[in-house]
């Protein structure tokens, strides 16, 4: 699962890294340091090279940031308030950059810091980038809704956005793995680096039911249901099954899933 979930969190990252807003933002970064000259860049460095010396300052920040705000926004307990890992995410973020521009300013420009005040101003450039990262993620992800499973849902399934374009296809289950969920369509499968409860809420106005602590399937791509002691098996249309626990059980009943136990 180590390598499985390593692979989706770069596929995530990578796929951050691609937006639009990300790119211009890095690039707009770079522009406007490049136009100051800070740190004796505009004397130590022609135009061209200055720019090309920012673009790898900015690019690297914000990929570190990015990295380390996916790995920690998976593992943060949902009861832990969001500033502290805002907090946490900065602080790490900041670590790993300021490592990474120092070596970048050495290879380029053949400086090694004298002081504190380089480090201490790229920590805190660190700080401020991923806490704007974080809140581009925020943004992209749509409001909880107060009771999901009550709640009348009025959107698409928008957590199919979240997949590669070839699995993007009718929605059939969800299942946690870890700090993962894999959503599965007719298309096939994928991880996505979240929390069950998330995607269900991404859902949208598609019908399910939440089967096992675990699992929350699509009642459109329920094939076939049967017993299973006094817990009971899914079938989906693809062939997939799923468990559902015995604390299910009676929401199956209730929306007449499952049949009557069978005896001998």
Partial sequence: MTDVASHSTLREWWHHLRQPIALALMAGVAIVLTLMGPFGTDSSLRPVPRLAFWMSITTSTYA??????IRL????????????RIAL?????????TATVMLINWAALGQRPDSIS????????????????DLLRTRHDPPAAPAPSITPQTTGPTILDRLPVE???????????????????DR????????????????????????HRSHWVARPAIAATRRNGDKA??????GTELPVSRRYVPILKEAGLLPR???G
Wanted: aromatic content about 6%.
């Fill in 261 to 263: 136990a069978s005896h």
């Fill in 118 to 133: 380089l480090p201490a101003t790229v920590f805190g450039i660190a700080v401020i980038v991923s806490i704007m990262f």
């Fill in 167 to 185: 699995r993007r296809g009718a929605l059939l289950a969800l299942s946690a793995e870890d700090h993962y969920v894999r959503v599965h369509t």
């Fill in 89 to 97: 995410t900065g602080v790490l973020t900041g670590l790993g950059v």
């Fill in 73 to 84: 926004g998976a593992a943060w307990p949902a009861d832990k308030p969001l500033v502290m």
């Fill in 64 to 69: 570190v940031g990015c990295f380390v705000a």
């Fill in 233 to 238: 098996v899914i079938r989906l249309t693809d």
């Fill in 188 to 211: 096939g499968d994928a991880l996505c680096l979240m929390r069950l409860s998330d995607a269900i809420r991404e859902t949208g106005d598609i019908p399910g039911l939440q089967v």
